[in-house]
């Protein structure tokens, strides 16, 4: 069996995403999602310059030598882009091979560890009383688990939350615009949010929020310890990830549950986080974090730690890699929550999918493979859109992380 041909579909219904199709001789082909939100042309470049011509008369079957030849054999290794294609490489082959062999992904992995995946959303209002009504409505639409994010007064701007009453994408059309932050009024703000929470829905709830990097570790200890009555199922990305024992001071600090990762590219970016027991749940994607063969070794290594996965998972990532996501959470151990940020309904003009939710929970059947297909002529309607995530300052000027 060889690899005759690949090509990347790119497409935009709604938002961008980056397709890799990989094609055999025998007939069967593979997809892998290669977005990565505001650099899909990058990844695009990469794969089509470089991967492609290299790819083309491989055995498909022999996923572990590919995987190194991409990450190892290109010698200037890791990276987002990088990192991306070698991850919609890996899919794609994952789901040839579950194809040859006539079996859902999860068999291929070690079969099934549970039967259906929980999965957390966002509730994001403008303000705590409209952030608290959004939080009833994702409880009343069946959700178990809730991501809360608010604007905070005296802040124009707030990670994941809509200026209108449409679904929160960050990027915008065109180049990266300005956001202004101020990490006093955020903490000040904060557990005040929870406890009216809490207040209105009780301790039934799983609750979650999303720092987005942006304090710094004795920041982070404060606002974790802070939180510490509200019971929070993981605060995530409190500090940026880059200075690994950055972590160690919320630790010291704070028994609030700690999910990092969604920006990592490899295990090398948690070596320090899983010995030392520093987190509870990591977060790269299989789309970014080098596919189902890399994100194996990461889960078996968190597993020794007692550290569970909670896999990123918004809608700048494709139906493949959600379904390649859910077949992973159904195999391995160590499953903790999936992301779900459902996609609009004009995706599914492109993607036939294979889960579905319900009650809280995601459940994917048992077609072959990954078990998502691409509709190219459909997809071929929606042409690529250039779009770019922000940019962040303090208020008074200074460069920061978004």
Same mark, same amino acid.
């Given at each position: 069996?060889k690899?005759?041909?690949a090509k990347?579909?790119?497409c935009?219904?709604g938002?961008n995403f980056v397709t890799?199709?990989? $094609?055999t001789?025998?007939g069967?082909?593979?997809l892998?999602d290669a977005?990565?939100?505001?650099m899909?042309?990058?990844?695009?470049s990469h794969?089509?310059?470089?991967?492609?011509?290299?790819?083309k008369g491989?055995?498909?079957?022999n996923?572990?030598?590919?995987?190194?030849? &991409?990450?190892?054999?290109?010698?200037?290794?890791?990276?987002?882009?990088? =990192?991306?294609a070698?991850s919609?490489?890996d899919?794609?082959?994952?789901d040839?091979k579950?194809?040859?062999l006539g079996t859902?992904?999860y068999n291929m992995?070690?079969?099934?560890s549970?039967?259906?995946?929980?999965v957390?959303?966002h509730?994001?209002?403008?303000?705590?009383e409209e952030t608290i009504?959004?939080?009833g409505?994702k409880?009343k639409?069946g &959700?178990r688990?809730?991501?809360?994010?608010s604007?905070?007064?005296?802040?124009? *701007?707030?990670y994941?939350v809509?200026k209108d009453n449409?679904?929160?994408?960050p990027?915008?059309?065109?180049?990266?615009?300005?956001?202004?932050?101020?990490t006093?009024?955020?903490?000040?703000?904060?557990?005040s949010?929870?406890r009216?929470?809490?207040?209105?829905?009780g301790e039934?709830i799983?609750l979650l929020?999303?720092? *987005?990097?942006?304090?710094?570790p004795?920041?982070?200890?404060?606002?974790?310890?802070?939180?510490e009555p509200?019971?929070?199922f993981w605060?995530?990305d409190?500090?940026?990830?880059e200075?690994?024992?950055?972590?160690r001071l919320?630790?010291?600090?704070?028994t609030t549950p700690?999910?990092i990762g969604e920006? $990592?590219?490899t295990?090398y970016d948690?070596?320090?986080l899983?010995t030392?027991?520093?987190i509870?749940y990591?977060r790269m994607?299989?789309?970014h974090?080098?596919?189902?063969?890399h994100l194996?070794k990461?889960?078996? =290594?968190a597993?020794?730690?007692h550290i569970q996965?909670?896999?990123h998972?918004?809608?700048?990532?494709?139906?493949v890699?959600?379904?390649a996501?859910?077949h &992973?959470?159904?195999?391995?151990?160590n499953?903790?929550?999936?992301?779900?940020m459902?996609?609009q309904?004009i995706?599914?003009?492109v &993607?036939?999918?294979n889960y579905n $939710?319900?009650d809280?929970?995601?459940?994917i059947?048992?077609?072959?493979g990954i078990?998502?297909d691409?509709?190219e002529k459909?997809a071929?309607?929606?042409?690529y859109?250039?779009?770019?995530l922000?940019v962040?300052r303090k208020t008074?000027?200074? =460069?920061f992380y978004w």
């Amino acid at each position: 069996m060889k690899i005759t041909d690949a090509k990347v579909i790119v497409c935009s219904p709604g938002r961008n995403f980056v397709t890799l199709k990989i $094609f055999t001789d025998e007939g069967i082909y593979g997809l892998g999602d290669a977005t990565l939100n505001g650099m899909e042309k990058a990844v695009v470049s990469h794969l089509e310059e470089y991967c492609i011509p290299a790819l083309k008369g491989k055995d498909p079957r022999n996923i572990e030598d590919i995987w190194h030849y &991409f990450y190892k054999g290109v010698y200037w290794k890791r990276g987002s882009v990088s =990192m991306t294609a070698v991850s919609a490489i890996d899919l794609a082959l994952w789901d040839i091979k579950a194809k040859v062999l006539g079996t859902p992904l999860y068999n291929m992995l070690g079969g099934k560890s549970r039967n259906k995946i929980l999965v957390y959303c966002h509730a994001n209002g403008k303000d705590s009383e409209e952030t608290i009504d959004k939080v009833g409505e994702k409880i009343k639409n069946g &959700f178990r688990a809730v991501r809360v994010q608010s604007g905070i007064p005296g802040i124009d *701007h707030t990670y994941g939350v809509p200026k209108d009453n449409k679904p929160y994408e960050p990027a915008a059309k065109g180049l990266a615009h300005e956001e202004y932050w101020d990490t006093s009024k955020y903490l000040n703000f904060l557990p005040s949010l929870f406890r009216k929470v809490r207040d209105v829905y009780g301790e039934n709830i799983h609750l979650l929020h999303d720092a *987005h990097h942006r304090c710094t570790p004795i920041e982070a200890a404060r606002l974790a310890k802070e939180l510490e009555p509200f019971h929070l199922f993981w605060l995530e990305d409190p500090v940026s990830g880059e200075l690994q024992e950055g972590l160690r001071l919320i630790r010291k600090h704070s028994t609030t549950p700690v999910a990092i990762g969604e920006v $990592f590219n490899t295990i090398y970016d948690y070596t320090t986080l899983m010995t030392e027991q520093l987190i509870d749940y990591i977060r790269m994607p299989l789309v970014h974090g080098g596919g189902i063969t890399h994100l194996l070794k990461v889960a078996a =290594m968190a597993s020794v730690y007692h550290i569970q996965t909670g896999f990123h998972g918004a809608t700048d990532l494709s139906p493949v890699n959600l379904a390649a996501a859910l077949h &992973f959470n159904t195999a391995i151990n160590n499953f903790g929550i999936q992301e779900y940020m459902p996609h609009q309904e004009i995706v599914n003009e492109v &993607f036939k999918v294979n889960y579905n $939710f319900t009650d809280g929970y995601l459940f994917i059947d048992d077609t072959h493979g990954i078990g998502v297909d691409i509709d190219e002529k459909k997809a071929a309607k929606y042409p690529y859109e250039k779009a770019s995530l922000p940019v962040n300052r303090k208020t008074n000027g200074t =460069m920061f992380y978004w």
